[in-house]
C-alpha cells in the first residue's frame, strides 16, 4: 500500500520543478512569498495538481501545452494568465508567429473580443520584455482602422506596482487596430 502522504510529497517536488521550468523562478518566487495561511492550500493544490500532475504527463510536450492553455485561458478572458502564459509559452519554446496563430485561431471558437483581448496582452508582454514579432505597424489615428480600448495590462489605471504601464505609457488606454468583424 502506498504512503498518501509521500505521493503529495513527491507531487508537490515535481510540481515546483515543473513550475519552475514553465514559469521561471521569479514568477514562483512571487506567487511563494505572497502565500499567506489563506492562500497556502490553493498554492499547494495547484502546485501538486496542476504542475505535479497535469503538466508532468508524459502525453503532451510542453509546446502543445503551452498553446492549449493560451487557447482556453484567452476563450475565459484571463489577461493576467495570458500575460504570464505567453511568457511561458516563449519559455516553452513557441515564436511570437506561433503564438499569433494560436490566438487568430481561438478567435474562431472563443470570439473575438476574447482573441483580441489576448492579442493586445500578448503584444503588450513581447514589447515589454523586448521579443521581436510582437509590434504592429504603426497605424495613423482616425483611419478607420484603429480604436482606443483599456490597456489590458494595467486594466485602465495606468500603474503597474508604483510605475507607469510600459504598454501604455501610463495612460491607461492603447490604441488597437479593429478588424471589419
Request: net charge negative; charged share 25%.
Amino acid at each position: 500500500m502506498t504512503d498518501p502522504s509521500a505521493e503529495r510529497e513527491a507531487a508537490r517536488r515535481t510540481g515546483n520543478r515543473v513550475r519552475r521550468e514553465v514559469l521561471g523562478d521569479a514568477h514562483v518566487d512571487r506567487a511563494q512569498a505572497a502565500t499567506t495561511a489563506f492562500s497556502e492550500p490553493f498554492q499547494d493544490f495547484i502546485t501538486r495538481s496542476a504542475w505535479g500532475d497535469v503538466w508532468a504527463r508524459p502525453g503532451l510536450d510542453r509546446r502543445t501545452r503551452s498553446a492549449i492553455t493560451l487557447a482556453a485561458l484567452t476563450a475565459l478572458h484571463c489577461r493576467e494568465e495570458v500575460a504570464m502564459h505567453v511568457r511561458a509559452a516563449l519559455r516553452n519554446g513557441l515564436t511570437p508567429a506561433e503564438i499569433s496563430e494560436v490566438l487568430l485561431h481561438t478567435a474562431l471558437y472563443a470570439g473575438l473580443p476574447a482573441a483580441n483581448e489576448a492579442f493586445a496582452t500578448a503584444r503588450a508582454v513581447l514589447a515589454e520584455d523586448g521579443v521581436a514579432g510582437g509590434a504592429l505597424e504603426p497605424v495613423e489615428a482616425g483611419d478607420g482602422q484603429t480604436g482606443e480600448n483599456t490597456c489590458p495590462r494595467c486594466a485602465g489605471t495606468g500603474r503597474l506596482g508604483d510605475a507607469d504601464c510600459p504598454a501604455c505609457g501610463g495612460t491607461g488606454a492603447v490604441r488597437e487596430v479593429v478588424g471589419d468583424a
